[in-house]
């Protein structure tokens, strides 16, 4: 098989959070009776006038300046006519046409940076984000001969958001998903949740025999609901397409989905042209004028974006770069490390410690980081204990563990159950002198200086019999002064 060289582009659909829907005031509301939230029109009944939802129009922007974009001060609403069943309207209000003279969404020319396993940095362009509305639900379940209607979701705020073909493996596509998902979670315009459908992802791509040839022609893989998933269905084209190429075949434009159970792309339907939509101006609203003022007053609202947060937490609280990374990959998590690394006096230990305990109980807790009875400035003073003595690296555990479990302060713990580190030498040389006298033959072995290995063992022996309580440090010292007696 010939080596091909893949060029992928992908467009991605967000739900925006708003209360109400994209052009009237019905409330957004998900799992409730069928049909509950509708009316004339977001049932598209003649007459009735579709208005802007201007909450959907701030989250656009802000998405949009996170995204690095242009923002377009006069954009277009356009009309995509189409059939299906979903779709009472019979047309879909959008921001897109074909034609360069309807293409006016209110995003465009922007960029995000992805870091590449080797470490370095790259550009993938954002070519627009344009503004919809979402279609009905079709549910094939209810019954075993007929197809129901779920008008619900009708008229829903979506955004979409399309990049430049600059992606070059299935590898670096989840990386810009990531980083956008990411994005989205952190100016929270949308839940951006891939299971919940809220967030979908279409893959669009192709190859070419050399990294400086033509782009190739390329299909569209639709509805990717999981990162998983989008790699695989990107490996499994490129299999696919190698294959054609290598038969002197032609790879043909076509829309597909992906069968994860059969690990194939399935052609749906060969490629659709703009004209087969009939697009045209959308005759019911004028353009979507907004203001450089409107404009600059939501750039107010931009919270700390990801890549800005993860350098922080390097300079600020000296954690390694990989830290740094996984700290930041959720909004929640990155904004609890913060407000607890702000009371700790060892923010790069505190950092482990959330990462390697608080992170792992996590995975396992139904509600995730919601759920979690310990607070920021509890794990800070527990971390804040080890560093100045009170209890081992050890005995935090337990106590981390029992906080875990209660919610109860960590000094509590340690004073109810006595698990004050034991600093006083008075204290621990009786044990050593205990231990030493109960392993006389080890303790020779250990001061003749021909088994390093025999120090760890008294230290060992030291520590459990004082139930954790003493001072590493302090049991090496007074090992020390023994042996040399
Ligand atoms: P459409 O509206 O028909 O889907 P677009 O021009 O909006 O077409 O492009 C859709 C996506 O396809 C973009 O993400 C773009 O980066 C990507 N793309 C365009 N040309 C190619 C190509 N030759 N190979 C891979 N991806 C491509
Ligand atoms: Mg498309
Ligand atoms: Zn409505």
Request: charged share 25%.
């Given at each position: 098989?010939a080596k091909y060289f893949p060029v992928i582009g992908l467009e991605i659909?967000?739900?925006?959070?708003?209360?109400?829907?994209?052009?009237?005031?019905?409330?957004?509301?998900?799992?409730?009776?069928?049909?509950?939230?509708?009316?004339?029109?977001?049932?598209?009944?003649?007459?009735?006038?579709?208005?802007?939802?201007?909450?959907?129009?701030?989250?656009?922007?802000?998405?949009?300046?996170?995204?690095?974009?242009?923002?377009?001060?006069?954009?277009?609403?356009?009309?995509?006519?189409?059939?299906?069943?979903?779709?009472?309207?019979?047309?879909?209000?959008?921001?897109?046409?074909?034609?360069?003279?309807?293409?006016?969404?209110?995003?465009?020319?922007?960029?995000?940076?992805?870091?590449?396993?080797?470490?370095?940095?790259?550009?993938?362009?954002?070519?627009?984000?344009?503004?919809?509305?979402?279609?009905?639900?079709?549910?094939?379940?209810?019954?075993?001969?007929?197809?129901?209607?779920?008008?619900?979701?009708?008229?829903?705020?979506?955004?979409?958001?399309?990049?430049?073909?600059?992606?070059?493996?299935?590898?670096?596509?989840?990386?810009?998903?990531?980083?956008?998902?990411?994005?989205?979670?952190?100016?929270?315009?949308?839940?951006?949740?891939?299971?919940?459908?809220?967030?979908?992802?279409?893959?669009?791509?192709?190859?070419?025999?050399?990294?400086?040839?033509?782009?190739?022609?390329?299909?569209?893989?639709?509805?990717?609901?999981?990162?998983?998933?989008?790699?695989?269905?990107?490996?499994?084209?490129?299999?696919?397409?190698?294959?054609?190429?290598?038969?002197?075949?032609?790879?043909?434009?076509?829309?597909?989905?992906?069968?994860?159970?059969?690990?194939?792309?399935?052609?749906?339907?060969?490629?659709?042209?703009?004209?087969?939509?009939?697009?045209?101006?959308?005759?019911?609203?004028?353009?979507?004028?907004?203001?450089?003022?409107?404009?600059?007053?939501?750039?107010?609202?931009?919270?700390?974006?990801?890549?800005?947060?993860?350098?922080?937490?390097?300079?600020?609280?000296?954690?390694?770069?990989?830290?740094?990374?996984?700290?930041?990959?959720?909004?929640?998590?990155?904004?609890?490390?913060?407000?607890?690394?702000?009371?700790?006096?060892?923010?790069?230990?505190?950092?482990?410690?959330?990462?390697?305990?608080?992170?792992?109980?996590?995975?396992?807790l139904e509600g995730g980081l919601a759920a979690v009875k310990i607070t920021?400035?509890?794990?800070?003073?527990?971390?804040?204990?080890?560093?100045?003595?009170?209890?081992?690296?050890?005995?935090?555990?337990?106590?981390?563990?029992?906080?875990?479990?209660?919610?109860?302060?960590?000094?509590?713990?340690?004073?109810?159950?006595?698990?004050?580190?034991?600093?006083?030498?008075?204290?621990?040389?009786?044990?050593?002198?205990?231990?030493?006298?109960?392993?006389?033959?080890?303790?020779?072995?250990?001061?003749?200086?021909?088994?390093?290995?025999?120090?760890?063992?008294?230290?060992?022996?030291?520590?459990?019999?004082?139930?954790?309580?003493?001072?590493?440090?302090?049991?090496?010292q007074i090992l020390d002064k023994l042996a040399a007696e």
């Amino acid at each position: 098989m010939a080596k091909y060289f893949p060029v992928i582009g992908l467009e991605i659909h967000c739900q925006l959070s708003t209360r109400t829907k994209m052009f009237c005031g019905c409330e957004i509301e998900v799992n409730t009776t069928a049909n509950k939230h509708v009316c004339p029109v977001c049932l598209g009944m003649p007459g009735a006038m579709p208005v802007p939802n201007r909450k959907a129009v701030e989250y656009a922007i802000r998405l949009g300046l996170a995204l690095n974009c242009e923002i377009d001060l006069n954009a277009m609403w356009t009309r995509k006519n189409y059939f299906y069943p979903d779709l009472p309207k019979g047309y879909q209000i959008t921001q897109t046409g074909g034609l360069p003279v309807y293409d006016h969404p209110i995003c465009k020319n922007g960029w995000i940076e992805v870091t590449l396993e080797d470490g370095t940095v790259k550009r993938i362009g954002i070519t627009r984000i344009h503004m919809e509305e979402d279609a009905g639900k079709l549910v094939h379940d209810m019954s075993p001969t007929s197809s129901h209607f779920d008008a619900n979701r009708c008229g829903t705020p979506l955004c979409e958001i399309v990049t430049e073909p600059d992606i070059r493996s299935p590898e670096e596509a989840v990386l810009a998903l990531q980083k956008i998902k990411q994005i989205l979670e952190y100016t929270q315009v949308s839940n951006a949740n891939m299971e919940n459908g809220n967030m979908r992802c279409d893959g669009n791509i192709s190859l070419r025999a050399s990294e400086d040839a033509p782009f190739g022609t390329r299909c569209e893989i639709k509805n990717l609901n999981s990162f998983t998933n989008l790699e695989k269905a990107l490996y499994a084209e490129i299999m696919l397409q190698t294959v054609t190429l290598d038969a002197g075949r032609e790879v043909e434009q076509c829309t597909k989905r992906f069968d994860p159970n059969a690990n194939k792309t399935i052609v749906i339907r060969s490629k659709e042209d703009a004209h087969d939509y009939k697009y045209f101006p959308e005759p019911d609203m004028v353009r979507l004028v907004t203001s450089p003022e409107f404009v600059e007053n939501i750039r107010k609202t931009l919270p700390e974006l990801p890549d800005a947060r993860r350098e922080r937490f390097v300079n600020e609280y000296g954690v390694t770069a990989y830290d740094a990374q996984v700290l930041t990959i959720e909004r929640e998590v990155s904004e609890w490390f913060d407000s607890a690394a702000k009371n700790c006096k060892t923010p790069k230990i505190l950092a482990n410690w959330v990462i390697s305990e608080l992170l792992r109980e996590v995975k396992e807790l139904e509600g995730g980081l919601a759920a979690v009875k310990i607070t920021p400035e509890q794990l800070a003073t527990l971390v804040n204990l080890i560093a100045d003595n009170t209890i081992s690296g050890k005995i935090a555990k337990q106590v981390f563990a029992e906080m875990f479990e209660t919610g109860e302060d960590p000094e509590k713990i340690i004073k109810e159950k006595g698990l004050v580190q034991v600093t006083d030498v008075s204290a621990i040389e009786p044990i050593v002198r205990e231990v030493i006298a109960a392993n006389e033959k080890q303790f020779a072995e250990f001061k003749s200086g021909n088994n390093p290995k025999m120090k760890g063992f008294f230290v060992g022996q030291v520590m459990k019999k004082s139930g954790g309580k003493a001072n590493p440090g302090l049991v090496n010292q007074i090992l020390d002064k023994l042996a040399a007696e």
